[in-house]
């Protein structure tokens, strides 16, 4: 507001013009601009993602040229991508392929599970492309979001339900409920149950039922308890209009004892980006109290060095935030992409432009721990780690002589690497892992 403003007035506008409003109370709070947002991003970072660990020797005998290695294989962080059905999976798109699985370990079908994509027309359910996608994920060790059971939305439901009565509806969700369940058990970890919910109205309204998605997230819960089960809606952070809508249905579905899991925040994110305002509104769903994960991340930005900073701004202020388990960009490359001007790869061969290559970055060297250490009797080698899944590769003199996977966790990790024998022959008895 500039400095020479005497007054300010603010006028609230409704989307159904026969409603009136009456508001009880107001209250307007300066969101505080981050001066040191780089910096204390790293700390929370540091403090949030990475955990101690150390290394010593026990043993008879301890033959000098001992190096310990860790090799991070998997970050407890989420880390994914939108991917197309096909693309995944098909032998001719293997550039695709190899930059998803060269810097994601977590995947999400953007359009293939959404209810007329797998019944097209009533009866004639085909989870046969989806399942075909998934499978070959999984087998290289991809984690997968289902998304999503039920979207509300008028023009996004199957075009056969538009004309059923209410009454019809009811066993209808419960056989889609079981028709997922049962098809693609064990194969997520999360379900998105009752996407954009915030917006979109079609099964309340049908039903005149104004808790059908609390029903939704209970059935789920009976029928697949494994799978997580998640909330997920836009204009969260990307925009203020449904943050504190969002803040209170959490709430309520919390104080009512729905199973809900998580929440989900979109994050399609267009021109120049305020952090300040997005932090602000990440960290009020924050008090809810449940995980958050940020399901559908794009940044559309015609020029590719703005982009690469605001993509670089976006995900160190999301893995820093101790609310945040999980980051999935919306797609990655511009020949699959709803937003191409968001896109972290361009062309036929899929070449990462700069927002790809600083993603890249980030995600393969910045936030991965990657260490070796000379260590001998009585030293003991600690290091600031980030969490995760780890190798140990136990070299002499430049030879391998033994490996070992471990985890770290928030309560860090202690390894004692027992040694034998001596000279130019020693061996690794065991690894015993704290």
């Given amino acids: 507001i500039p400095s020479n403003t005497k007054s300010v007035r603010f006028y609230v506008q409704t989307k159904e013009p026969g409603v009136n409003y009456l508001i009880d109370d107001g209250e307007l709070t300066q969101v505080q601009t981050l001066s040191q947002f780089a910096s204390d991003a790293n700390k929370g970072i540091d403090h949030n993602r990475k955990a101690n660990l150390k290394i010593s020797l026990s043993g008879s005998s301890y033959p000098s040229g001992i190096k310990v290695e860790i090799q991070q294989t998997r970050s407890e962080f989420g880390w994914g991508s939108a991917v197309n059905v096909n693309y995944i999976h098909d032998s001719s798109h293997k550039r695709y392929q190899d930059f998803f699985y060269d810097i994601f370990e977590w995947a999400v079908l953007e359009n293939a599970l959404k209810w007329p994509f797998l019944e097209y027309s009533k009866g004639n359910f085909q989870p046969g492309n989806a399942m075909n996608a998934i499978n070959s994920m999984r087998v290289k060790g991809i984690k997968v979001r289902g998304h999503n059971i039920f979207w509300g939305g008028s023009d996004v439901v199957p075009s056969w339900q538009k004309s059923m009565s209410g009454s019809e509806f009811k066993p209808l969700l419960e056989k889609h409920m079981s028709d997922m369940a049962k098809t693609f058990r064990a194969k997520f970890q999360h379900w998105d149950v009752e996407n954009e919910n915030l917006h979109l109205h079609f099964y309340e309204d049908k039903l005149r039922d104004p808790h059908i998605t609390e ?88 020029d590719n060095h703005k982009k690469a900073q605001y993509y670089e701004d976006v995900m160190r202020l999301y893995f820093s935030h101790p609310a945040v388990k999980g980051v999935m960009f919306w797609g990655f490359w ?60 136990v070299h002499h003199n430049g030879k391998v002589i033994h490996t070992e996977n471990f985890s770290l966790g928030q309560a860090g990790n202690t390894l004692k690497v027992n040694l034998s024998g001596s000279g130019s022959n020693p061996h690794v008895d065991n690894v015993l892992i704290g």
């Fill in 334 to 393: 511009d020949g699959k992409h709803w937003r191409p001007q968001a896109a972290l790869a361009n062309g036929n061969n899929v070449t990462p432009n700069e927002a790809g290559k600083r993603v890249q970055q980030l995600l393969k060297h910045t936030w991965r721990t990657n260490e070796s250490h000379n260590i001998s009797h009585g030293q003991t080698v600690s290091i600031r780690a980030f969490k995760g899944s780890y190798k140990l590769l």
């Fill in 215 to 302: 029903w939704m997230f209970r059935e789920m819960h009976r029928i697949d308890p494994p799978t997580q089960r998640y909330l997920n809606d836009y204009s969260i952070v990307d925009g203020g209009q449904s943050t504190m809508a969002y803040v209170d249905q959490g709430m309520r579905f919390k104080s009512a004892g729905v199973p809900v899991s998580g929440m989900g925040i979109q994050s399609h994110l267009v021109g120049d980006i305020d952090i300040s305002a997005i932090k602000r509104r990440l960290d009020e769903v924050a008090k809810v109290g449940y995980p958050i994960w940020i399901t559908e991340l794009d940044i559309s930005q015609g």
